[in-house]
């Protein structure tokens, strides 16, 4: 018994081959009874059985095992029956050996359906005026087990037969499969659902509660649904239309039909993620699968396409081939955060999507260029630890590598694998050397070699480059914000530019160093001694470039002079600013370099060029605070060209990435204090208040104003922020919700912060979205920290269960930007960490102690006030 205690996996006597599972629950009694059949394969003998179960009580006299011997039927009854629930095992001790061969356990149990949105749990709605229960499960990574008894890893694949009985017969009752009967009897009705293909537990998934759907099908047949509350079916129509022509466009690309008949996909009222994937059950937070035409955002329908297309990229990839084991779980995020891009270039080329692709590089870098990072495959020792790397490692990183791997092994050769891969692996677990193999065996290179650096090795290199006679010289070193050594080394596809996007390089940068003799490459067409040089071309490569002055001036020149692409204008900005913070590089340089991007018309390079400006702008508050003004004022000026250029009014039919700057731009003038869009925005939201529907505050701008009014906001001049908790009572669209209190607390005012983040706690908000709420502004950080730890104990019980408590964390302690802070919160919480979000601390933490080096070396800058005056009169 002691020996199946403290595992990280269940030990492997027993394999499930196919579960029969008959669930009752009850909605109004929030409970649920079942009993699952379970047909094992005894392959060692062994007179225990052991599989996973959590929060559920089993009736003893319910557990049985049955086996046919020769000419008769043999049911055994455990002899002991042990719910061990720190390790949430089941152990079942038979006295006798059970022997070889096939087996059917069959065990009875019970439990709660919870309020914390994992396994089996209730989720609230509204209709004609009464609050009712739905029932709903939430599996990944490990909850399944919270539901029915079951042997819940990945690997551990079978069929699934499900049962619901005994629900309300007005309600909608679904699961992976099309229903094959539907009995009612009185008010009650039993649903079955035809028997799964064999999948992981996490994958399967149980929805009962009252909905409205629209439908469609694909051109071979398969059902689509879109399931949403009643009344409000129209707005499903936009996924549905996406999900159809992304099923239809994943067939082609990964050379294999979706494999269920049915594909429904549910909008969920209180969700702890974006969405999940069941198979043939996707689930979704409202925000992520609803567009409303009249109130939703250009960023969210953007949105909806990435969510539906990441979710039905998994169909592929996890669901018919699946990770072995959360180790190789950036195999499903990584590959569906970047078939994700795939499918919506595809679905809307006009949004240039790949361009956004870099919000996901950077977002890579940043996490990993921490040395509490984590490398892509990570060793998962306990399932508290497996919530934590649904991180940017994970997706982002991920993404990013295989990006970096298809440009360097062609688009075609890369598809041709990756079919290979779904077709060798269907119905079946692979790790991430697997798909590697199958790589390396369709393109003839080391691709082993190389990927194994970028995926066992955590952090990335930052290659500099100089210009030395007439030589390039090339030197690698691993990347740390912190301006720390570290000594990974990598295998680098160097790419480059020279003079014009004709005159390109390609090599491996295998060594720490390496020249180039410029000639070699260029003949004598370009001249070497003034032509811009751009490495990374694209930014197709996970790594940071630094260059010497020479080259960085002439890159400048290039960007004034428009002649480099939007994706390399982004990434001589996006690594500036990264080897700034990690002190290689002054803010001067920074500075100037942004000033650089005053007619930069491209709305990723401005977004990010946005991010930056708020950060710079916190560490000078906190530096340099006499010079912040200055600071403030010539980020305004950066940002007035694009302003004056898109105006307030969304031009007829205008560009879609046009009408998301618009809101960014002027979001970012009002929390500089730019009066004359501070001005602006408060008529317009006075016209809002008056009519939802005016065309002076379009969606697209109602972000914009709703900070703009929080700036003018202080404790005795409330009345912005109770119009915006009024705009936030009166709508039903959690879009709407979500905007309204992702705004409230960038008031400048400490005592109106406090008030927005106990609303957070309030009955008001869903638990859900708390977390939109995070984000203060500078001033209220500290406000914010001492809620937190007020706060903290009704905060871990009601968030703590799963990763949205990483979001309180990092968001509250990671603006802080000195030493003396750390202390304190590391102090706060040296008795107070747990295991499902340790590493997102200490992440934070490294996070404070950079920003604090930061402030110092800002300090330190010799030329850095006569820089900022200068740059913020120039206009
Ligand atoms: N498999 C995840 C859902 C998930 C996340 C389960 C974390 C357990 C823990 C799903 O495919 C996913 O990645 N959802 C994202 C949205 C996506 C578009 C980035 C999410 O929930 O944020
Ligand atoms: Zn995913």
């Not at 306990?382 to 295989?402: L, P």
């Not at 092994?409 to 677990?429: D, M, P, T, V």
Request: aromatic share 10%; with cysteine.
């Amino acid at each position: 018994m002691e020996q199946f205690k403290g595992q990280p996996r269940l030990p492997k006597f027993a394999v499930p081959k196919r579960y029969d599972i008959r669930l009752k629950p009850d909605l109004s009694a929030c409970n649920f009874a079942g009993l699952v059949s379970i047909d094992l394969d005894i392959v060692a003998g062994t007179k225990f059985i052991v599989l996973n179960a959590a929060e559920l009580s089993v009736a003893s006299d319910s557990v049985s095992f049955t086996h046919r011997g020769f000419s008769k039927v043999y049911m055994l009854r455990p002899s002991n029956i042990d719910l061990v629930e720190n390790d949430e095992i089941l152990v079942l001790e038979f006295a006798e050996t059970l022997p070889i061969g096939i087996g059917v356990l069959t065990i009875g149990f019970e439990g709660t359906l919870n309020d914390k949105m994992k396994g089996f749990y209730r989720s609230t709605y509204e209709h004609d005026g009464e609050k009712k229960n739905m029932a709903v499960t939430q599996f990944e990574p490990a909850d399944a087990r919270r539901c029915f008894p079951c042997w819940d890893e990945p690997a551990c694949k079978a069929t699934f037969k499900i049962t619901i009985l005994d629900v309300p017969s007005e309600l909608v009752a679904l699961s992976n499969m099309p229903i094959i009967e539907e009995k009612v009897d009185g008010h009650l009705k039993t649903v079955s659902y035809q028997e799964s293909p064999i999948m992981s537990t996490y994958l399967v998934a149980v929805v009962v509660g009252l909905f409205d759907y629209v439908e469609d099908h694909t051109s071979d047949g398969v059902k689509v649904r879109v399931y949403c509350q009643v009344g409000k079916a129209n707005q499903g129509k936009f996924a549905l239309g996406v999900a159809v022509r992304t099923l239809e466009l994943y067939k082609n690309y990964f050379a294999m039909r979706y494999t269920l008949p049915k594909l429904d996909m549910v909008a969920i009222p209180d969700f702890a993620n974006g969405a999940m994937e069941n198979y043939g059950l996707v689930t979704y937070r409202e925000t992520e699968l609803l567009y409303d035409d009249q109130h939703s955002a250009a960023s969210n329908k953007q949105w909806v396409v990435i969510v539906v297309a990441h979710e039905l990229a998994h169909q592929w990839f996890g669901n018919l081939v699946t990770m072995e084991w959360w180790t190789h779980l950036w195999l499903n995020e990584g590959f569906a955060t970047w078939v994700s891009y795939l499918a919506t270039d595809s679905l809307f080329p006009e949004w240039n999507i790949w361009t956004q692709f870099l919000d996901e590089l950077t977002e890579g870098l940043k996490l990993d260029g921490l040395a509490e990072s984590h490398p892509i495959e990570v060793e998962i020792n306990h399932v508290a630890e497996t919530n934590e790397i649904f991180d940017a490692i994970s997706y982002r990183k991920g993404a990013s590598v295989i990006r970096m791997l298809q440009s360097y092994l062609g688009a075609e050769c890369f598809q041709r694998s990756l079919a290979s891969y779904i077709e060798k692996y269907a119905c079946s677990n692979a790790k991430t050397e697997d798909l590697w193999a199958i790589l390396e065996e369709g393109s003839g290179e080391p691709v082993k070699k190389l990927m194994n650096l970028w995926t066992k090795q955590k952090g990335y290199p930052v290659v500099s480059v100089k210009v030395k006679e007439n030589k390039l010289v090339f030197e690698q070193s691993q990347f740390l914000s912190s301006g720390s050594h570290a000594d990974g080394q990598w295998i680098i596809p160097i790419t480059l530019c020279c003079g014009s996007y004709d005159m390109h390089k390609n090599f491996l940068l295998q060594t720490k160093s390496k020249t180039l003799d410029i000639k070699e490459f260029l003949g004598d067409k370009t001249d070497a001694t003034s032509a811009w040089i751009k490495l990374n071309v694209d930014q197709t490569g996970f790594y940071r470039v630094k260059y010497d002055e020479d080259l960085a001036a002439r890159l400048r020149y290039a960007i004034e002079n428009k002649f480099l692409s939007a994706t390399d204008r982004f990434g001589i900005l996006n690594d500036s600013f990264a080897l700034c913070m990690a002190r290689q590089q002054s803010l001067c340089t920074l500075l100037t370099l942004m000033g650089a991007y005053r007619e930069e018309p491209e709305y990723t390079v401005l977004s990010d060029l946005i991010s930056m400006s708020h950060k710079v702008a916190t560490i000078a508050a906190d530096a340099t605070p006499e010079l912040l003004d200055y600071v403030k004022q010539f980020f305004i000026s950066l940002f007035q060209y694009s302003a004056e250029k898109l105006g307030w009014e969304p031009k007829h039919g205008e560009n879609h990435l046009d009408a998301m700057l618009r809101g960014e731009i002027l979001t970012a003038l009002a929390v500089f204090g730019h009066e004359l869009t501070l001005n602006e925005a408060n008529r317009r939201f006075l016209e809002f208040l008056d009519d939802r529907n005016t065309p002076l505050l379009p969606p697209d701008l109602r972000k914009a104003a709703y900070v703009a009014v929080m700036q003018r906001v202080t404790s005795s001049n409330r009345l912005g922020y109770e119009s915006l908790l009024r705009v936030y009572r009166e709508t039903d669209l959690s879009e709407e919700k979500a905007r309204v209190l992702s705004s409230l607390a960038s008031s400048p005012d400490p005592k109106i912060i406090l008030e927005a983040l106990n609303f957070l706690l309030s009955f008001e908000v869903r638990s859900q979205d708390a977390v939109c709420g995070l984000p203060v502004s500078r001033e209220g950080r500290e406000t914010a920290w001492t809620w937190l730890k007020d706060n903290w104990e009704h905060i871990f019980k009601t968030w703590g269960f799963g990763n949205l408590i990483t979001h309180f964390v990092s968001a509250i302690v990671s603006p802080f930007t000195s030493f003396e802070k750390a202390r304190e919160i590391e102090e706060f919480f040296a008795s107070r960490t747990e295991p499902s979000m340790a590493r997102t601390l200490r992440q934070s933490m490294e996070r404070v102690s950079v920003n604090a080096n930061w402030v110092l070396s800002v300090q330190k800058e010799e030329h850095l006030a006569n820089t900022v005056k200068e740059l913020a009169q120039r206009n």
